[in-house]
């Protein structure tokens, strides 16, 4: 076994847990008589003494890190460390290590891991232990290893930061770049890489300044070429110095804000390009150049929006109609860029800025530039658009709103959704995104509801006025198309855009329903009109009959918002056009798959079920029930069936219930009034009697007079106090009996005369019968 020495310092951990170091000295593993083994002995460099004799024991676990530590433990917590000044060095030690305990020296761990303890502590002794080597070129592999592996650990990454975060080691480090250039020295070149890569990752801004100044990052650039996975290296330097043209549309006078802008363009570079992925492990460490880009970009906006005569300038061409198409696009490309930078920016600046882009006129420009015939300017337009949205989207309805006064151009509004249509990428990429900007818009929770002003109600009254109509045009085109169609035997062409089965077709028609239900979801009242004016949920359902399964999902989650609502004036509406016909059929050709489709309608029908709308229950059972109830492998349906019954046997038991107690009010009530009648025409007969006696007319007068009373008391019911009615009858002897005994109260008929009318009239009337209340 060799007999070579290098120095190491060698540490102990101490009762506090704390790493101590016990001195230092060369090591060597030798042979030991006494110990009947291989031995580690460290003796001190200048008298020899002897710091460290210990035995290499077979079961002792020895672990190595970053490639110049082993630590090991001589008893229970009394740890012990060897730091080597270089890995070379450390390697042969630590093969020795290997082969008396018949391990692999490739791995780093002889045994199980060291206790937790000491496996935590072990941070504190390569505090102690990072020494930078000189900046020279035999040296390049051991500093390259030194910056690697201290990246895990971050007191590790603070104190190289400190060791290599001067300029004087950075100047020194990139003159050996063009050394070894010179020298085609691959070797040196790649450990430059691994060196400057992990001085980057060090995630310190001080060093990091020093790296990008205009001074050095071109050099770093260069470092960042020799990546040893690339079989040969990349010309970054090339591409950055003659193929990027730097292009200003309005010169720009300020030599600052033209470096920063340089700068910021090869720092976002070299983390878009030289590290476009970083792993799991390195996510973390470049959030400083992250950082710094960020900042560099808010430094822009703010030195641009401070120059007036600059921006005054840029939208004075942007409005001005005569611009050339060619100027117009590199002057949006660049306020493109502008409106990316100001996302960096905070609430309070970014609202200031917005501000001063309205007074200088970037809405109007986005009309002239949305209604020009190119593609690219439109693109660029509607992307600004869209930072502008959320930057303040009720700037944004308040400048829509104000567009409706000039007469004879297209709405603003409108040309906006005339660029969804307009989209060429068949996945409808900007669509899509235009689709979010609309949503923006419409969206309730950032509308303004102050009581000077309702925003939310103006805006939408507008947008269903005048932009509604423009926004379902796909879907009334396809769908009347579909109508001319459908009796033609040989089909329509897929090829054709209003085809239903058409790919690109059904993705625009799919994105128009999902705003729409957006909508009814939180614009009822004004949702509820347009659909119940154009019949539009007819319209919608026809979509059930395309092939493509997401768009009659569309379809149906539209009506499912519709029902939702539990608006009974929808409910009457969607029963009066039968639309729960082509969901039904829908169903039924599914079959017993299950799917998305399947579940959409079991759901919709199920929370009819559950939220019992009594209207669409009872529709449903008596329209489709017979259809539906073969259908066992959900309750749903034999569940909407016993809702039905439930208020059937209800509303039956109300209605006895209800004419019982109609019955028995009504018959007791009039009961009472017939009663207190009779009473009162009793009394009102007996005063008559008793006034007549009292007057004692002549004997003919008073015949004349009670056959004239008791014609009208013939045959009428009279009541007994129990309730029940009693009839009298009259006969002559009746008649004489009541002359002889004049306290007698039964009722005398007498014979009427025809020739008696005119003394009628004399007689004071009967009092008047009191009107049953109702």
Known sequence: MADEQSIVKVYFLNDDQQWEILGKGHVSAVYVERHQGICLLVRSEPNGIQILESKIDPDTPYQRRQGTLIVWSEAENHGMAM??????????????????????????????????????????????????????????????????????????????????????????????????????????????????????????????????????????????????????????????????????????????LLQKIHQTYRVQYIQDILFPIPSIFEENFLSTLTNFILLNKSDIVNMLQEDDEFLSTVFAQLRDKTTDDDTRRELLFFFKEFCAFSQTLHSANRNALFKTLTQLGILPALKIAMGINDLQIKSAATDIFTYLVEYSPSRIREFIIEDQESEGSILFINLVIEQIFCDTDPELGSAVHLMGVLRALLDPNNMVTASSHCERSEFLRFFCKHSMNNFIAPLLSTTSAYIRDKDNIVGSDENNKNCLNNYRTAQLLALILDLLSFCVQHHTYYMKKYILNKDLLRKVLILINSKHTFLILCAIRFMRRMIGLRDELLNRYIIKGNFFEPVVNALLENGTRYNMLNSAIVELFDYIRMENIKSLVAHIVEKFYATLKSIEYVQTFKGLKVKYEQEKELKNQLTKNLCSVLYSQVFCRGSSVLEEEEEEEETSINENIKEEAVKSPPESDIEIQKTKENEDKVDLPSKTSCGDFKFTSCHSADAADETSNPNRTSVICLVDYSDDEEEEEDETPPSKRPHLSP
């Open 83 to 256: 730091s080597f000044p270089d890995a070379a060095s450390c390697y042969e030690i630590w093969k020795d290590i290997c082969q008396v305990q018949g391990k692999d020296p490739s791995t780093d761990i002889t045994h199980d891991p060291l206790v937790e303890s000491e496996d935590e502590t072990l941070d504190d002794v390569t505090d102690d232990v990072l020494e930078l080597p000189n900046c020279e070129l035999g040296k390049l592999d051991q500093i390259a290893h030194l910056v690697t592996s201290v990246l895990t650990s971050p007191l590790h990454k603070e104190k190289l930061a400190l060791l290599v975060g001067n300029e004087d080691f950075i100047k020194q480090l990139l003159q050996l770049f063009h050394t070894c250039e010179d020298l085609e020295d691959t070797e040196g070149l790649q450990n430059l890489h691994d060196i400057v890569k992990g001085m980057l990752f060090l995630n310190q801004a001080s060093l990091l300044e020093i790296l990008v100044s205009d001074k050095y990052i071109m050099d770093v650039v260069g470092c960042l070429e020799y990546d040893p996975a690339l079989a040969q290296p990349k010309r970054h330097r090339e591409f950055l110095t003659q193929k990027v043209k730097f292009k200003e549309v309005i010169p720009i006078i300020d030599q600052a």
